[in-house]
């Protein structure tokens, strides 16, 4: 079956786009769906080399991926953009889809937002998959001031150059960093700034509740913003979790190794209680 890309309407007041996997049929698939939460200024197009790789290790999982507010094509109002509401946001678009329970994976910020998703909508998550994901952000990163001072338009050469907070061990695609230079400038100076402000006045999902679900977190073991101790006690915080490091690799994982999370995460999902609506990988014959 085809994918589309639907434009959903959600109670929280905003529109946003949702790429929504054709195997899923009002809401329902062989099994719960995947859902994909992009990192702060990127898109549901960073996971354009992960999708593949899932499908391809998967017979049955159907994904879901939305451009979150603010970013991408979503509605960029002039506020929401704490962590809490981000993740009411996300609750809205399950709901928008008639999905009561899904598999969420989370890319770096998009793992925090996931994690809150998990503290107050904890019937809504059935496993996390947390890929470079923080503990906390609480406080104020060293490229705080650099987004402060933005101003319409973005400036791509600006976006270019913040991509030099996190480095690269492994050689990522000259289209796939262009395409995320454009979804840095398709979002405004204050959806940069709200979004980063309200990941960083936030009280840590774990601090603020439990996360009970079965969790795989996957970091980079070169991660100059995620220190190993506090991938560690993210990990003891989350019952059933499992910490997977990954050597030679950045803060950038889902960039730099999408393979490796794509084979993770499907047997991962393949091990949980309702593994059989999780195929695993095709073999010929």
Do not use: N
Not at 165 to 193: N, Q, S
Not at 226 to 245: D, T, V
């Amino acid at each position: 079956m085809d994918s589309t890309v639907r434009e959903l309407r959600l109670r929280t007041g905003i529109t946003v786009p949702c790429f929504v996997d054709g195997r899923l049929v009002h809401g329902r698939a062989a099994g719960l769906p995947l859902l994909l939460l992009h990192p702060w200024g990127e898109s549901r197009h960073c996971f354009d080399r992960l999708i593949p790789l899932l499908r391809e290790g998967s017979d049955a999982l159907a994904i879901i991926a939305p451009d979150l507010r603010g970013q991408g094509e979503a509605a960029k109002p002039a506020d929401g953009y704490s962590l809490e509401e981000q993740a009411e946001d996300v609750a809205a678009l399950l709901e928008a889809l008639g999905i009561p329970e899904a598999y969420v994976l989370g890319s770096s910020s998009g793992g925090y937002v996931a994690q809150q998703l998990a503290v107050t909508h904890p019937e809504t998550v059935a496993a996390l998959v947390l890929v470079g994901s923080p503990l906390s952000l609480k406080g104020r990163p060293a490229f705080a001031d650099d987004v402060e001072q933005l101003t319409d338009p973005v400036d791509p050469d600006w976006v270019r150059e913040s991509l030099s907070w996190f480095r690269l061990l492994h050689t990522v695609p000259a289209w796939y960093i262009e395409d995320r230079i454009r979804d840095g400038t398709a979002m405004p100076a204050h959806a940069w700034k709200a979004i980063l402000h309200g990941l960083c006045e936030a009280v840590p999902p774990t601090e603020a509740g439990t996360i009970d679900v079965p969790t795989l977190i996957l970091w980079g073991a070169h991660d100059s913003l995620l220190p190993r101790r506090h991938q560690e006690a993210l990990a003891a915080r989350i019952r059933s979790s499992r910490l997977k490091m990954y050597e030679s690799t950045g803060h950038l994982v889902l960039w730099e190794v999408p393979e490796r999370v794509a084979e993770d995460t499907a047997a991962f999902l393949a091990a949980q209680p309702d593994a059989w609506a999780v195929s695993k990988r095709r073999r010929p014959g």
